[in-house]
C-alpha cells in the first residue's frame, strides 16, 4: 500500500499515446505561454506607465492580468518539465499547493469579471458619479474581496489532502494537479471533498455568471433609453472587450463541465485538450479582446512605444 508521506510523491502524465510528439506539443506549449506572459505584461506595464490608464476599468483589468499571469505560472512548470523533460514526478506538497492556486485563481478570475461588470454597470447607470462611487479606496476594497474569497474558499477542500492516505495509485490524469484528480486516489472518506466543490463552483461561477447577465440587461435597459443612436453605439462599445471576455471565460467553463459530467465515453484526449482549453484560452484571449477592442488600450500601446523610441 502506498501512503501518505513526507516522501510520497505523485506522477503527473502528458498525453497518453502521444509520447513520441511531446517534444513537438512541448514547442507549441512554450510559445503559447510565452505569448500569455507577454500579452498580459504588457497590459500590466501600459497601466502602470500610462496616466490616462488610472482609472476603475483598468485598475480591474490590470487585475484580471495579473490573475492570468498568476494561473499561468501556476501550471507552466509542470506541464512544461512533463512534455519537454518527461521528468513526472511531484512532491505531495507541491502537488497540493499547486492544486491550491489553480483553484483559487479560477475562482478569483470570476470574480474579477463580476467587478468588472459592475464598474461598467456604474460607468453607464450612473455616469456623472462613476469616479465618487469607484474611489480608489473602493476598487481596492473589491480587489481584496475577490481575493479572500478566492483563496480562502479552496481552503476547506484542500486540507485535507494533506491528511489522507493514497493507496489506490499514484498516477494523474494531467500535467498539473487539481483536486479532483487527486481525491480520486485516496483511500479515506472523500464525502466531503466530494460535496463541497460542487456547492462552491455553483455558488460561485453560476452565480457570478447570473449577476453579470442580470448586470448587462440593466446596462442594455440603460444605454436604450439614450435618445442619440451615436451615444447608445458609444455606451455599448465600452463594454465589448468585457463581453469578450466573460464569454471567453464561461464558454469554456461550460465546455469543461459539460465534458466531464457528460463525457464518459469521450476519449481522454479529449478531456485533457478542454482542461488546456479551459487554462490556456482565456489567458491568451484576454490581452488581444482588450488591445483590439479597446481605443485607449491601443493608444497606450502607440504611446509607450512612441515615447520609448523618442527616447533612444
Not at 100 to 118: D, P, Q, R
Not at 228 to 242: G, I, M
Not at 280 to 296: A, G, R
Request: proline letters at 4%.
Amino acid at each position: 500500500m502506498w501512503t501518505n508521506s513526507s516522501s510520497g510523491v505523485f506522477l503527473l502524465t502528458g498525453f497518453p499515446g502521444l509520447e513520441t510528439l511531446h517534444q513537438w506539443i512541448s514547442m507549441l506549449f512554450f510559445f503559447v505561454y510565452i505569448f500569455i506572459l507577454f500579452g498580459n505584461g504588457i497590459i500590466l506595464l501600459l497601466i502602470k506607465e500610462d496616466h490616462h490608464l488610472h482609472e476603475p476599468m483598468y485598475y480591474f483589468l490590470a487585475m484580471l492580468a495579473t490573475t492570468d499571469l498568476g494561473l499561468t505560472l501556476t501550471t507552466m512548470p509542470t506541464v512544461l518539465r512533463v512534455l519537454w523533460l518527461d521528468h513526472r514526478e511531484i512532491g505531495n506538497g507541491a502537488c497540493f499547493s499547486q492544486a491550491y492556486f489553480i483553484h483559487s485563481l479560477s475562482f478569483v478570475e470570476s470574480g474579477v469579471l463580476l467587478a468588472m461588470a459592475y464598474d461598467r454597470f456604474v460607468a453607464i447607470r450612473d455616469p456623472l458619479r462613476y469616479t465618487s462611487i469607484l474611489t480608489n479606496t473602493r476598487v481596492v476594497k473589491l480587489g481584496l474581496g475577490v481575493l479572500m474569497r478566492g483563496f480562502v474558499s479552496v481552503i476547506p477542500p484542500i486540507m485535507p489532502l494533506y491528511f489522507f492516505p493514497y493507496c489506490h495509485s499514484h498516477v494523474l490524469s494531467h500535467a498539473f494537479c487539481l483536486h479532483q484528480d487527486v481525491i480520486k486516489l485516496a483511500c479515506a472518506d472523500i464525502t466531503f471533498n466530494r460535496l463541497y466543490p460542487v456547492v462552491l463552483v455553483g455558488l460561485i461561477f453560476v452565480l457570478d455568471s447570473l449577476i453579470i447577465l442580470i448586470s448587462y440587461v440593466l446596462i442594455l435597459k440603460s444605454v436604450l433609453s439614450i435618445a442619440s443612436t451615436e451615444e447608445r453605439a458609444k455606451a455599448l462599445n465600452t463594454c465589448v472587450s468585457h463581453i469578450g471576455c466573460v464569454l471567453v471565460f464561461y464558454v469554456t467553463v461550460i465546455g469543461l463541465s459539460l465534458i466531464h459530467r457528460f463525457g464518459k465515453r469521450v476519449p481522454h484526449i479529449v478531456h485533457l485538450i478542454m482542461s488546456y482549453v479551459y487554462f490556456l484560452f482565456p489567458p491568451l484571449m484576454n490581452p488581444i479582446i482588450y488591445s483590439v477592442k479597446t481605443k485607449q488600450i491601443r493608444s497606450a500601446i502607440i504611446r509607450v512605444f512612441t515615447t520609448h523610441r523618442v527616447g533612444s
